[in-house]
């Protein structure tokens, strides 16, 4: 695995922000629900993410945009996208998503750019 920027500041675990390892172990428990291969279509620099399911876009939001693009491109784009743990999985790194793009709160600690 090639390695991306490491994660921000940022350790609020809330929709969008940094995945709970709970949260991410219980999502590879999940033998009822597995990830969804998806395509990212864009990622904006305000932290909006849109993918391709299936033919049906879906629009996400991370807190950490750069990173999550850094590690899609690693993969061409192609990610797996877990809607029931809210997670998105890009050249082997999480990433909690919130749904809807506007259901989030503000980084509790700024990102450096």
Known sequence: ???????????LYAPGHAPHW???RKSREDHGELPLAARLIEVTAEGFV???VDGHELHLW??????LAEAAGLAGGRVRYHPRWHLLYASGYL??????????????????Q
């Not at 695995?1 to 350790?11: E, L, S, V, Y």
């Open 1 to 11: 695995m090639t390695d991306i920027r490491p994660p921000g500041p940022c350790r």
């Open 22 to 24: 709970i949260q991410a």
């Open 50 to 52: 849109t993918i391709d």
């Open 62 to 67: 991370n807190h950490d945009p750069l990173r």
């Open 95 to 112: 990433f909690c998503v919130a749904v809807p793009p506007d259901d989030h709160v503000p980084c509790q600690a700024p990102f450096p």
